[in-house]
């Protein structure tokens, strides 16, 4: 799939994650999405880094390991067991992008 298109795919919530004291929030915003929105299938979520140049890289790839972190750690403490699929793109000339996706309604969403 493109990015362009992957840019545009209407999900549950984008959040923005731009400097470490963010990843906390962001982790404990997405596993309560995905309490919320699992059973039904339909969780989506959009996590935007920077990007700007090496040293933008090398950031985004810190605070990427740090969410996921957080996020596993957060969904271990609520005793899930994660059924996701990750993609993760160029969306802009400002930001990566990486869309977390119940994997059921991923297969759904790339088949249309």
Known sequence: ??????????????????????????????VN??????????????????????????LARKLGLAVQGEILLTMKKHRLKPSLKEIRYLHDDAHYGWLLMDADFMDDVIKD
């Open 1 to 30: 799939m493109n990015s362009i298109l992957l840019s545009k795919l209407s999900v549950y919530s984008t959040t923005e994650v731009k400097e470490m004291s963010d990843v906390h929030k962001v982790a404990v915003d997405i």
């Open 33 to 58: 999405a995905y309490i919320d929105l699992n059973p039904k299938r339909k969780f989506s979520y959009r996590i935007l880094l920077p990007r700007k140049g090496d040293s933008s890289n090398l």
